[in-house]
C-alpha cells in the first residue's frame, strides 16, 4: 500500500529561493515598509502577548537563541545564531529559521527560513523606531558596519523615514565599497568615509551595525551632538557593546524588552535602575519619544521575539497571494489519531 501525505500532513515552507522570489514580487522597499507595518501593529497590542528573555547558549566563539512568543492564538519561535568569526570562513554571521503555529491545535502552519527575513526585520525595527524618535526632516544617516545588514538598513530608513544621503563607514574598506555598489541607483547620495568621526558629521541619524563579539567603543561622546538619533544594533549579547557608557548617559534612551536588553544592549553599562522606555509605550501612545529638537535619542536595539512573530505573520499572510512556497510532508497523521503504529507499519511494502 502506497503512503499519500493528507492535507493536514502538509506544512508551508518558504526555502531561501522562495524567500528571494517574494522579496522581489513585492519589492524590497514595499516589502520594508508592510514589514513594519506589521510589527506596528504588534507593539501597539503588546500586551497581549508573552514575553520572555531568549534562550541563549552562549559560547567563546558565539551564540544560539531560540526566540519564542504568543499572542494566544498563533505560536511563533525563531532560532538563530550569532558568530562573527564565520565570515573568515566563508559562512554567514547570522543564520536562522521561524516556525509559526495555531495554538487551538499546536500544528505548525508555516516554517520558513529566517537568514534574508531576521535582516529585513531588523531593518524595518530599526527604521519603524527612528519614524518615532528621529528628529524631522532627519535625511542624512551615518551607517558604521558595513557588513550583511548594512544595505537593508539603507533601504529601509529610505523607505520609512525619508533618508537621502549615506555616509559609510567600515574597517574594511572593501565592505563600504560592496555596501555602496549594492546600493547604486536606489536613490541614495552615498559617501564613503574614512573613519568614524567623518562619518557622523552633518549626520541626522547614526546606525552603528559592527559584528565583534567585545565591548567596543564604536562611538565616542565627542562624536555625538545634540539633536541626533541613534540606531544601536549590534550590541545584542551579554560583554557586546558599541557606545561609550557617557553617550549613554546623555541620552534619552528606548528599547524593545527591557529584562532581556538589561542583559544584552547597550543598557548593560549601567545600573539597574537607570531609567529606559520600553518603545512599544512610544508606538502605543503612552509616553512621549521625542520631546525636543536638541534631545539625543537612542534606539537600544537587541532584536526582541515579538518582531520575529510580526515577520512570520506577514509571511504567512503574503504566502495567501503569491505561490512561492513548498508543502512539506512533517505532520503524521494516520486516518485514525489513535494508529500511528498501524501507518508506519501499512508502508512498509512501500519502503521495501
Given at each position: 500500500m502506497g503512503y499519500a501525505p493528507s492535507d493536514l500532513a502538509l506544512v508551508p515552507f518558504v526555502s531561501v529561493e522562495n524567500m528571494m522570489r517574494i522579496v522581489h514580487a513585492t519589492g524590497i522597499e514595499r516589502f520594508l515598509s508592510e514589514l513594519a507595518g506589521y510589527i506596528e501593529e504588534d507593539f501597539r497590542r503588546w500586551e497581549l502577548f508573552?514575553?520572555?528573555?531568549?534562550?541563549?547558549?552562549?559560547?567563546?566563539?558565539?551564540?544560539?537563541?531560540?526566540?519564542?512568543?504568543?499572542?494566544?492564538?498563533?505560536?511563533?519561535?525563531?532560532?538563530?545564531?550569532?558568530?562573527?568569526?564565520?565570515?573568515?570562513?566563508?559562512?554567514?554571521?547570522v543564520t536562522?529559521?521561524?516556525?509559526?503555529?495555531?495554538?487551538?491545535?499546536?500544528?505548525p502552519v508555516l516554517i520558513t527560513e529566517m537568514t534574508i527575513l531576521t535582516a529585513l526585520?531588523?531593518?524595518?525595527?530599526?527604521?519603524?523606531?527612528?519614524?518615532?524618535?528621529?528628529?524631522?526632516g532627519a535625511a542624512t544617516m551615518a551607517l558604521i558596519g558595513n557588513g550583511a545588514q548594512s544595505e537593508f538598513q539603507a533601504l529601509a530608513f529610505k523607505a520609512l523615514v525619508g533618508v537621502e544621503r549615506l555616509r559609510l563607514y567600515d574597517i574594511d574598506s572593501q565592505a563600504s565599497r560592496r555596501c555602496a555598489r549594492n546600493l547604486a541607483?536606489?536613490?541614495?547620495?552615498?559617501?564613503?568615509?574614512?573613519?568614524p568621526q567623518e562619518a557622523v558629521e552633518g549626520a541626522d541619524i547614526i546606525t552603528t551595525v559592527t559584528a565583534d563579539k567585545q565591548y567596543a567603543t564604536i562611538l565616542t561622546d565627542n562624536m555625538v551632538g545634540?539633536?541626533?538619533?541613534?540606531?544601536?544594533?549590534?550590541?545584542?549579547?551579554p560583554g557586546k557593546t558599541e557606545l561609550h557608557r557617557d553617550i549613554l548617559m546623555r541620552a534619552s534612551i528606548?528599547?524593545?524588552?527591557?529584562?532581556?536588553?538589561?542583559?544584552?544592549?547597550?543598557?548593560?553599562?549601567?545600573?539597574?535602575d537607570h531609567p529606559v522606555t520600553e518603545l512599544w509605550r512610544v508606538i502605543a501612545g503612552r509616553t512621549a519619544g521625542r520631546t525636543a529638537r536638541d534631545e539625543i535619542t537612542l534606539f537600544d536595539s537587541v532584536g526582541f521575539a515579538?518582531?520575529?512573530?510580526?515577520?512570520?505573520?506577514?509571511?504567512?499572510?503574503?504566502?495567501?497571494?503569491?505561490?512561492?512556497?513548498?508543502?512539506?510532508?512533517?505532520?503524521?497523521?494516520?486516518?485514525?489519531?489513535?494508529?500511528?503504529?498501524?501507518?508506519?507499519?501499512?508502508?512498509?511494502?512501500?519502503?521495501?
Open positions: 508573552d514575553k520572555t528573555p531568549r534562550i541563549a547558549s552562549h559560547s567563546r566563539e558565539g551564540v544560539i537563541e531560540l526566540m519564542p512568543t504568543s499572542d494566544g492564538e498563533a505560536y511563533g519561535f525563531k532560532y538563530v545564531n550569532g558568530h562573527p568569526k564565520n565570515t573568515r570562513e566563508g559562512r554567514q554571521t536562522a529559521f521561524g516556525v509559526m503555529a495555531e495554538v487551538d491545535t499546536g500544528y526585520r531588523t531593518a524595518a525595527m530599526s527604521a519603524l523606531a527612528a519614524r518615532h524618535l528621529a528628529p524631522d541607483g536606489r536613490g541614495l547620495d552615498i559617501a564613503l568615509c574614512g573613519g545634540p539633536g541626533i538619533h541613534i540606531n544601536a544594533v549590534g550590541g545584542d549579547c528606548f528599547v524593545e524588552y527591557l529584562p532581556q536588553t538589561r542583559v544584552e544592549g547597550e543598557i548593560q553599562q549601567l545600573s539597574a515579538v518582531e520575529d512573530f510580526s515577520a512570520l505573520r506577514y509571511m504567512r499572510d503574503r504566502l495567501s497571494s503569491l505561490p512561492y512556497f513548498d508543502r512539506l510532508d512533517l505532520l503524521a497523521d494516520p486516518d485514525d489519531p489513535r494508529d500511528l503504529f498501524g501507518m508506519l507499519m501499512r508502508a512498509e511494502p512501500q519502503a521495501a
